[in-house]
Nanobody, 127 residues
Framework: QEQLVESGGGLVQAGGSLRLSCAAS????????MGWFRQAPGKEREFVAA????????YYSDSVKGRFTISRDNAKNTVYLQMNSLKPEDTAVYYC????????????????????WGQGTQVTVSS
């Protein structure tokens, strides 16, 4: 059974850094578009970052561009989200997601373009 498991969340002060990991199992996701989304309390889930299957393209929301970096290691079936210069407004549950099928990106910023989801990891940024 396919599974995505996020880790690396926690409590950090504003200006600090965290690195989230998303370990995939059950199949190789090397040919899947991968993304990170987040959901703050009382808010809808929003797109954070995405990366193509070949590592050739990355995409970011305006709110994290220049501070967050998405990357992947297909040999390890793992995707990462390096988060620097964290702000209190980055506080949310962060979810890893894989595309609905191989070699498909769809609208990468829409959660409907993703067919596999992790359980989420909490990131809390204190001011």
């Amino acid at each position: 059974q396919e599974q995505l498991v996020e880790s690396g969340g926690g409590l950090v002060q504003a200006g600090g850094s965290l690195r989230l990991s998303c370990a995939a199992s059950g199949r190789s996701f090397a040919s899947y578009f991968m993304g990170w989304f987040r959901q703050a309390p009382g808010k809808e889930r929003e797109f954070v970052a995405a990366i193509s299957w070949s590592n050739s393209a990355t995409y970011y929301s305006d709110s994290v561009k220049g501070r967050f970096t998405i990357s992947r290691d297909n040999a390890k079936n793992t995707v990462y989200l390096q988060m620097n210069s964290l702000k209190p407004e980055d506080t949310a549950v962060y979810y890893c997601a894989a595309g609905v099928r191989p070699y498909y990106s769809g609208d990468y910023y829409r959660d409907t373009s993703y067919g596999y989801w992790g359980q989420g990891t909490q990131v809390t940024v204190s001011s």
